[in-house]
C-alpha cells in the first residue's frame, strides 16, 4: 500500500536534499528558511508523483502514454497513412508516461531541437523529444514521442530496443510537463476527441482492430 504513494524514483535526487534541508532547518530553528523548503519540497513531491493506474482488460485497446488534455486528433497525410494523437501535458499534470499497448520497443531516438510551448504545432517537429517506436505481438506498429517545452527540459525514458513493455507500464516522464504524440496505424478505431482529459494508463485511446 506504501509503495503507491512514492514519487518516480527520478526524483528523490531533488525530493532527498530538499527533505534534509527541511529537517535541518527544524532542528536549528531557522523558521525563514523552513517554509520556503517545505513549499519545494511538498512541489517536489507533486511534480515527481507516481500515482497507481489500472489499465483496462480489453483486447486490442490503446490507452494514453500520458495525462493531460487532447489537443490534435489528426489523419496524417503521408506516404505511410495514420492518425496523431496529441497530448498536452500541462505543469500540475502527472508527469510519469506509460506503453499504450503491450509491445516491444523496436527504436528509440533521442533528437536535440528547441523548445517551442508543447502547445503549438511547430513543437511536434522542432521541439527536443524521444521517439519509441513499439510492435505488437500482432505486428501492430506504433510511435509515441515524449516531446520538451518551454518549460520541460529533461525527458527521461527507461527503455530501449528489444525490451518489451506491459499496457500501462511506465516507461518515461518528461519533467515539468510538455506534450506527448501518439501515432497509431491507418485502421486504429479512436475514441478520444479533441479537448478531451485523460489519464496515463487508463484512458482509452481507441481500439487496434
Known sequence: MFRAFLPLREGWIFIGPLGGGVLFTVLKGWWFLFIPLAVLTMMAFIFFRNPPRHPPEVESAVISPA??????????????AGWKVSIFMSVWDVH???????????????RKGRFFPAYRPEASERNEQNKLVL???????????????ILARRILCRVGPGDSL??????????????????????AELSIKIGDRVKAGE??????R
Open 67 to 80: 495525462d493531460g488534455r487532447i489537443i490534435t486528433v489528426e489523419r496524417l497525410r503521408t506516404d505511410e
Open 96 to 110: 510519469v508516461n506509460r506503453s499504450p499497448v503491450d509491445a516491444t520497443v523496436k527504436e528509440r531516438q533521442h
Open 135 to 149: 510492435e505488437t505481438s500482432q505486428g501492430k506498429s506504433l510511435t509515441v514521442v515524449q516531446v520538451a517545452g
Open 166 to 187: 506491459r499496457r500501462g507500464q511506465v516507461f518515461g516522464a518528461i519533467i515539468l510537463g510538455s506534450r506527448v504524440d501518439l501515432y497509431l496505424p491507418e485502421e
Open 203 to 208: 484512458s482509452l485511446i481507441g481500439f487496434l
